[in-house]
């Protein structure tokens, strides 16, 4: 079986972006002299941005495919199905399927958990995304052979459900960031500008 993984943990999202915005004299300063001076004020702000940018998360969960294969499931409580109490954990025949949605979007953005959330976290695995922008999450559903398959149906729409209220939290919060970023870098930006060994050629 595979480990199951939380998604949207361990990290905050809140901090990851005050991290970023603390990072912008800093990513000013560390500009190549020869490049910042030849570029305008707003080339540089323009590349900062660029950098610090986030995209959100998307799911496009109409282009998914699904895998299913018999597996073996740990039972967490065994007693009722091994009447003789034996020690140790009991496994049970099941069927596994996994579920692979492609998406597009920063994939650090699986690890941070944004300020409005729930108590229980989402589980998948995901890749980074390819030279198209495309990554792939998949979720694994496992049920033993004796529940219903209509089980596997109500644990994927469980999981989806909680998948789209996190996505639309996390975005909600970086459309904001991002739309407040630019005014975060200019003074920053300014005050690199102030650098005597980078004013002297610097364009307006």
């Known amino acids: 079986m595979k480990r199951k993984r939380h998604l949207f943990y ?3 999202l809140s901090e990851e972006l005050q991290q970023r915005i603390s990072s912008i004299r800093h990513r000013a300063d560390s500009i190549p002299e020869d490049q910042f001076l030849n570029s305008t004020q707003e080339e540089v702000a323009n590349y900062i941005e660029q950098d610090l940018r986030l995209d959100p998360l998307v799911l496009y969960e109409d282009k998914r495919e699904m895998e299913q294969r018999e597996s073996t499931i740990e039972v967490v409580s065994a007693l009722a199905r091994d009447p003789f109490g034996r020690p ?12 692979y949605i492609p998406y597009s979007g920063d994939p650090l953005l699986w690890t941070l958990r944004p300020s409005r959330h729930q108590s229980v976290f989402p589980q998948g695995v995901f890749t980074g995304t390819s030279d198209d922008g495309i990554g792939r999450l998949c979720i694994e559903i496992e049920v033993p052979t004796y529940e219903e398959p209509s089980r596997i149906k109500a644990s994927l729409e469980a999981e989806l459900e909680s998948l789209r209220y996190y996505l639309s939290s996390q975005r909600s919060e970086v459309d904001s960031w991002n739309q407040r970023l630019r005014d975060a870098i200019l003074p920053p930006v300014k005050e690199s500008l102030k650098n005597p060994l980078k004013s002297i050629q610097i364009q307006d």
């Open 10 to 12: 361990p990290g905050l």
């Open 88 to 99: 140790g954990p009991q496994t049970t025949p099941g069927v596994s399927v996994n579920i």
